[in-house]
């Protein structure tokens, strides 16, 4: 029997194929993976390593602030484009943490609601029909999507282990470097765990400026780098300004995931095309969210608490991997540790893909991983179990490695 809508929804979303292919999105193959495997072991924990979020709520003083302003008659108004306070605080933050300076926050700086929002509007600034949004692989695909949805073209920039990770802008085709207007990149990584240097970054604006390409660099992973490394932006770097843009979230450093809210800072006039863009999609966050994410922002102990606690757990996870015959290194930032995964087990078993492996890891071990098979296999570790103590994590990364050495897998 055929449907009203069969012929009604866009052709960006399939058109009358919509909501009829039998692909499977590989988180949803992990969830029912993590579905079968407890129904047929009712007594064994599933020890869950592929969250994507931290495991902690937001803290005290934020959300009592949250209750505090909720109930002030005041903040029921539209947000549109933002509180002044909160783009004064993000600007605060942004030279206390990342040494920027000169920032006018009612020039280089809009909220949004979280930053997957940003991401996703900022296609609609920049792209037309025919052009190209660079990207890296494995990535954040929200960019890529709403390029494809616009009528623009997606070019894949691998990351590579040989390359630390970070995009070989000189590999790019010069036949795609005349179309492609602009460059998406996410320093700290997700999920490889690299971050950047300031030569990578300035090799990245002297690479938009000849190519004349805008730039954004996802940087919602920020602030969560560890044993001496600093916290950098890519702002920071002389002439970034001129040709991108950085958007942060206070998801991951201040364990606000559900709270939504973020912020674009960059160039100002494509801060104000970002604004206007906006200004046609949503009417701003509550006002009280955005006065806690202002207590925050002025908190950034919250972060460095986040911070001793991921990087204490990461020393556990890359001496318990490397034990159980991964290669591990200890990333210095995000809070994900991206390896290869194995080839197969003593027994015989071939793993063909990640996400093989990271399938027959939930299966049999009750471990729940995220694959990668965009440029090489890999699977991504998270530091964000739900552990309530530093003895729980011990035992937790303990019971963990008992049961992959038992695997016996072969690298």
Same mark, same amino acid.
């Given at each position: 029997?055929?449907?009203?809508?069969?012929?009604?929804?866009?052709?960006?979303?399939?058109?009358?194929?919509?909501?009829?292919?039998?692909?499977?999105?590989?988180?949803?193959?992990?969830?029912?993976?993590?579905?079968?495997?407890?129904?047929?072991?009712?007594?064994?924990?599933?020890?869950?390593?592929?969250?994507?979020?931290?495991?902690?709520?937001?803290?005290?003083?934020?959300?009592?602030?949250?209750?505090? *302003?909720?109930?002030?008659?005041?903040?029921?108004?539209?947000? /549109?484009?933002?509180?002044?306070?909160?783009? *004064?605080?993000?600007?605060?933050? @942004?030279?206390?943490?990342?040494?920027?300076?000169?920032? /006018?926050?009612?020039?280089?700086?809009?909220?949004?609601?979280?930053?997957?929002?940003?991401?996703?509007? @900022?296609?609609?600034?920049?792209?037309?029909?025919?052009?190209?949004?660079?990207?890296?692989?494995?990535?954040?695909?929200?960019?890529?999507?709403?390029?494809?949805?616009?009528?623009?073209?997606?070019?894949?920039?691998?990351?590579?282990?040989?390359?630390?990770?970070?995009?070989?802008?000189?590999?790019?085709?010069?036949?795609?470097?005349?179309?492609?207007?602009?460059?998406?990149?996410?320093?700290?990584?997700?999920?490889?765990?690299?971050?950047?240097?300031?030569?990578?970054?300035?090799?990245?604006?002297?690479?938009?400026?000849?190519?004349?390409?805008?730039?954004?660099?996802?940087? =919602?992973?920020?602030?969560?780098?560890?044993?001496?490394?600093?916290?950098?932006?890519?702002?920071?770097?002389?002439?970034?300004?001129?040709?991108?843009? *950085?958007?942060?979230?206070?998801?991951?450093?201040?364990?606000?995931?559900?709270?939504?809210?973020?912020?674009?800072?960059?160039?100002?006039?494509?801060?104000?095309?970002?604004?206007?863009?906006?200004?046609?999609?949503?009417?701003?966050?509550?006002?009280?969210?955005?006065?806690?994410?202002?207590?925050?922002?002025?908190?950034?102990?919250?972060?460095?608490?986040?911070?001793?606690?991921?990087?204490?757990?990461?020393?556990?996870?890359? =001496?318990?991997?490397?034990?159980?015959?991964?290669?591990?290194?200890?990333?210095?930032?995000?809070?994900?540790?991206?390896?290869? =995964?194995?080839?197969?087990?003593?027994?015989?078993?071939?793993?063909?893909?990640?996400?093989?492996?990271?399938?027959?890891?939930?299966?049999?071990?009750?471990?729940?991983?995220?694959?990668?098979?965009? =440029?090489?296999?890999?699977?991504?570790?998270?530091?964000?179990?739900?552990?309530?103590?530093?003895?729980?994590?011990?035992?937790?990364?303990?019971?963990?490695?008992?049961?992959?050495?038992?695997?016996?897998?072969?690298?």
């Amino acid at each position: 029997m055929s449907d009203f809508f069969d012929d009604k929804i866009a052709e960006r979303l399939g058109g009358s194929s919509f909501g009829k292919t039998t692909a499977i999105y590989k988180f949803e193959l992990i969830k029912r993976a993590k579905a079968e495997a407890a129904r047929e072991n009712p007594g064994v924990k599933l020890i869950d390593m592929g969250v994507g979020e931290p495991d902690c709520p937001a803290d005290e003083l934020v959300v009592k602030a949250l209750a505090e *302003e909720a109930s002030l008659p005041g903040n029921r108004w539209y947000a /549109d484009n933002g509180i002044p306070e909160f783009r *004064e605080a993000a600007a605060s933050y @942004l030279k206390k943490v990342y040494g920027l300076s000169g920032l /006018d926050p009612s020039e280089h700086i809009i909220h949004g609601i979280g930053s997957k929002p940003i991401l996703a509007m @900022l296609p609609f600034c920049f792209i037309n029909p025919g052009d190209i949004l660079l990207t890296t692989i494995p990535g954040y695909p929200v960019m890529a999507t709403y390029t494809r949805y616009l009528g623009g073209e997606v070019f894949n920039l691998p990351l590579t282990e040989s390359n630390g990770f970070l995009p070989d802008l000189d590999s790019i085709p010069v036949e795609i470097l005349r179309k492609a207007r602009m460059l998406y990149i996410n320093y700290p990584n997700n999920p490889t765990g690299a971050v950047a240097t300031p030569e990578f970054f300035e090799k990245v604006v002297d690479f938009a400026r000849k190519n004349g390409i805008v730039v954004v660099n996802d940087a =919602a992973y920020g602030a969560l780098t560890y044993d001496g490394q600093k916290p950098l932006s890519f702002l920071s770097v002389e002439g970034a300004m001129d040709v991108g843009l *950085e958007v942060h979230s206070l998801s991951k450093a201040f364990n606000m995931t559900g709270w939504r809210i973020g912020f674009v800072c960059g160039n100002t006039r494509a801060i104000k095309a970002y604004g206007a863009v906006k200004d046609n999609t949503d009417s701003g966050q509550f006002r009280a969210i955005q006065k806690a994410a202002i207590k925050a922002l002025e908190h950034t102990e919250i972060t460095e608490k986040t911070v001793a606690k991921y990087s204490r757990r990461f020393d556990l996870l890359i =001496a318990a991997l490397n034990k159980a015959g991964f290669t591990a290194v200890k990333p210095r930032g995000t809070f994900f540790c991206y390896v290869k =995964a194995p080839r197969g087990t003593a027994g015989g078993k071939v793993f063909e893909t990640a996400a093989q492996f990271s399938e027959f890891l939930i299966r049999e071990s009750l471990i729940s991983t995220v694959p990668w098979d965009d =440029a090489g296999k890999y699977v991504r570790f998270s530091v964000t179990f739900e552990a309530a103590t530093p003895a729980e994590e011990i035992e937790i990364i303990d019971e963990m490695t008992r049961r992959i050495i038992v695997l016996g897998l072969t690298f």
